[in-house]
């Protein structure tokens, strides 16, 4: 398992299941689609899906508050390009890639309890952290296992 989460060439191969492949695809596609809301929406997401109260805020904080959500965005631009050279060329990176995703979204979980964000209403990002993170370690497991073939 450990050559599969660090493999020692980078080429197309991908080691796991099928179904850790195509979803890493529909990962990908997320992942850039998330990138450009918050890179291009005019307020970052940050009210319009996070449910953060940007009109109660004056609006120096607003712009802070919007340029943070745009600098996210660009990060999970970067990432998504990372994802999608994975998916093209580099398959052997994948289980790697899940494994990240999952510290990541299990990361995201620690700092929703340990840093308070001010919200309106439930943000879907903070929704989806607990079924992402599950969800990343089952696919990371199915990217790096495979039954022996009969």
Do not use: C
């Amino acid at each position: 398992m450990f050559r599969h989460v660090f493999p020692t060439s980078l080429d197309n191969q991908f080691p796991g299941h099928k179904i850790a492949l195509y979803l890493f695809y529909a990962l990908t596609a997320l992942t850039l689609w998330r990138s450009q809301h918050h890179l291009f929406a005019h307020d970052g997401g940050a009210q319009s899906i996070a449910s953060i109260p940007l009109d109660s805020y004056q609006d120096s904080a607003a712009a802070t508050v919007i340029g943070i959500f745009g600098l996210w965005g660009l990060s999970q631009l970067i990432i998504g390009l990372i994802y999608l050279l994975a998916a093209i060329r580099y398959r052997a990176l994948i289980p790697i890639l899940y494994l990240l995703f999952t510290v990541e979204y299990a990361m995201r979980l620690w700092v929703g309890a340990n840093k308070a964000i001010e919200t309106t209403g439930t943000a879907p990002g903070s929704v989806i952290n607990l079924p992402f993170m599950i969800a990343g370690a089952i696919l990371f497991a199915l990217s790096v296992w495979r039954p022996e073939s009969k």
